[in-house]
């Protein structure tokens, strides 16, 4: 079936490093992609989203890059810092699921002081 | 504005009791979402309203019942809990594409 998925559980980064967390999905019908961030013991937090009709998208820190061609985005967290250490998943939604997200399972990223 | 708040923020339950999580948003969202999420998973969808007067089943709703009691609040209703429904429940609600979501409740079924 459809699914969304991060490539690693786990990822240790250096303070001050740069971090890329990768996701592959399924759905070639998927037109809306969203990063979320969930700290310990709290709900998802909104990063960054990215429509299907975009390759790139920058905000504060955080980039994200999307590669429809071979079903890949990622996100890339730049000077990684100490508050950056949390889960990170990918969603995705196609248009015609009345906006039911489709979550992957999570990065969990930490950072190294 | 508080946003997407849930209660209760922990509960232990008893095989077969049953129980009502509590969701508000004051954003004045149409579309409120329920998920679960299980150690090791992302979220699954178990029902969402998109708008009031309506919901509808997710991907997992067996054993769950909802309510769009208005626009601001919807509740998750065990009827008789079961210890495959122990998980955190997280509650959602929409506007454009973005979701945003509460704190959580943390259900332990014994």
């Known amino acids: 079936g459809e699914s969304v998925g991060l490539h690693l559980p786990t990822l240790s980064v250096q303070e001050g490093d740069n971090s890329i967390i990768n996701c592959a999905y399924s759905?070639?019908?998927?037109?809306?992609f969203i990063w979320y961030k969930q700290e310990s013991g709290k709900g998802p937090q909104f990063i960054i989203d990215?429509?299907?009709?975009?390759d790139k998208r920058q905000g504060q820190r955080v980039t994200v890059l999307l590669n429809k061609t071979v079903k890949h985005l990622s996100l890339q967290i730049a000077a990684t810092q100490p508050g950056d250490s949390a889960v990170y998943f990918c969603?995705?939604?196609?248009?015609?699921?009345?906006?039911?997200?489709?979550f992957g399972a999570g990065t969990t990223v930490t950072v190294r002081a | 504005n508080a946003g997407v708040t849930q209660t209760p923020k922990f509960q232990v339950l008893k095989t077969g009791q049953s129980m009502t999580l509590q969701c508000a948003q004051d954003?004045?969202?149409?579309?409120m979402y329920w998920y679960r999420q299980d150690p090791g998973m992302g979220l699954r969808l178990i029902y969402y309203?998109?708008?009031?007067?309506?919901?509808d089943k997710g991907e997992v709703p067996n054993g769950y019942n909802v309510s769009r009691l208005n626009k601001r609040e919807f509740s998750l209703r065990l009827e008789s809990a079961a210890p495959s429904q122990t998980s955190v429940y997280f509650c959602?609600?929409?506007?454009?594409?973005?979701?945003?979501f509460g704190p959580g409740t943390r259900l332990t079924v014994l």
């Open positions: 990215i429509r299907s009709n975009m």
């Open positions: 309203s998109a708008s009031e007067g309506t919901t």
């Open positions: 959602a609600s929409r506007v454009t594409d973005t979701q945003y």
């Open positions: 954003m004045n969202h149409n579309s």
């Open positions: 759905n070639s019908a998927s037109d809306y």
């Open positions: 969603a995705e939604i196609s248009g015609s699921n009345d906006y039911k997200l489709s």
